[in-house]
C-alpha cells in the first residue's frame, strides 16, 4: 500500500488551507496561527513504486505548482517527514467505509487509462496540518464543525 501526498510548492498559497484558518477564526477560536491542506490517496493492491509514483506525478498533482510525496504505507512511522510539519497538530478526514467517493472512482478509472492496468483500491482523504499551541478539545471543536460532516465522514486527530 502507497500513500501519496499533495503539497503546494514554495511561493504558491495554499488557498485552502487559508479559508480554513479564515473559518476557525469567525469561531472565535486565535489559538491556530497557519492552517496548511494537502490532499491524500491512499492506493493499494498489485501496484510498485513506480506505478504509485507515475499516478502521484502524472494524475494527482499539479506539476507546476504542487510536489508530493509518495511512501509505502509501511514507511509512514520512519523518520521521512517534513520536519516543519513536526510541529503542527494533524488532522485527517476521509468518508466513512460504505459511503461513495466520487473522486476515488475517477482516480481508479484515471489510473487505468494511464495503463497501469492492475487491481487496485483508493482511498482519498484531506489533510490539514494545524499551526499553534492547541488543545485536544479545540481540535475536536474544529474537526466536527469545520472539516468534517460526521454523517458520512471520519476524522483522525493526529
Known amino acids: 500500500m502507497f500513500e501519496i501526498e499533495i503539497f503546494k510548492k514554495k511561493g504558491f498559497k495554499n488557498s485552502h488551507g487559508e479559508h ?5 477564526f469567525e469561531l472565535a ?3 491556530v496561527t497557519k492552517v496548511e491542506y494537502s490532499p491524500l490517496y491512499l492506493i ?3 501496484i510498485n513504486l513506480s506505478e504509485a509514483k507515475m499516478t502521484a506525478v502524472e494524475l494527482l498533482s499539479d506539476k507546476i505548482t504542487e510536489s508530493c510525496t509518495v511512501r509505502r504505507y509501511s514507511d509512514l512511522n520512519s523518520k521521512t517527514v517534513n520536519l516543519q510539519m513536526l510541529s503542527a497538530s494533524v488532522i485527517e478526514v476521509c468518508y466513512k467505509k460504505g459511503v461513495t467517493d466520487t473522486v476515488v472512482e475517477s482516480v481508479m ?3 487505468k487509462d494511464l495503463g497501469i492496468d492492475k487491481d487496485i483500491k483508493v482511498k482519498a482523504a484531506r489533510k490539514y496540518y494545524l499551526y499553534g499551541t492547541i488543545s485536544k478539545t479545540v481540535l475536536n471543536i474544529i474537526a466536527t464543525k469545520l472539516l468534517a460532516n460526521t454523517l458520512v465522514q471520519e476524522y483522525k486527530i493526529k
Do not use: F, M, R, W
Not at 20 to 24: E, N
Open 109 to 111: 478509472k484515471a489510473v
Open 44 to 46: 493499494d493492491g498489485d
Open 29 to 31: 477560536i486565535k489559538d
Open 20 to 24: 480554513v484558518l479564515s473559518d476557525i
